[in-house]
């Protein structure tokens, strides 16, 4: 699924048009996105959480010539599953015959 797939399911289960729910959908990721670049980060329960984290600074090497070389620090976001959203993929995952769920 892509972000149009998304744009045509929210347009059809709500009645709008792609233009107004591809506004929607847009809203909601910048919002998501200015809350974790603010350091507040973002919850859903049950779909996850993004947040986000520090990376140390670190050693590392050039692949092409062996050398050693800093990694800086740096932020990055990350995103982590809520407990509905594993189960729903674990039972998928899961098959036929499974009695796990």
């Known amino acids: 699924m892509n972000k149009q797939d998304l744009i045509a399911i929210v347009a059809e289960e709500n009645e709008l048009s792609k233009a107004?729910?591809?506004?929607?959908?847009?809203t909601v990721f910048d919002?998501?996105?200015?809350?974790?670049?603010?350091?507040?980060g973002f919850q859903l329960i049950g779909f996850g959480s993004f947040k986000a984290?520090?990376?140390?600074?670190?050693?590392?090497?050039?692949?092409?010539?062996?050398?050693?070389?800093?990694?800086?620090?740096?932020t990055l976001p990350k995103f982590v599953p809520g407990a509905a959203f594993k189960a729903a993929v674990a039972k998928k995952k899961c098959g036929k015959g499974c009695k796990k769920h």
């Open 53 to 74: 984290v520090t990376r140390d600074a670190r050693e590392g090497r050039n692949p092409s010539t062996g050398e050693t070389i800093q990694i800086p620090a740096t």
């Open 20 to 26: 107004q729910a591809g506004r929607v959908i847009d």
């Open 31 to 40: 919002a998501i996105v200015k809350s974790v670049a603010k350091g507040d």
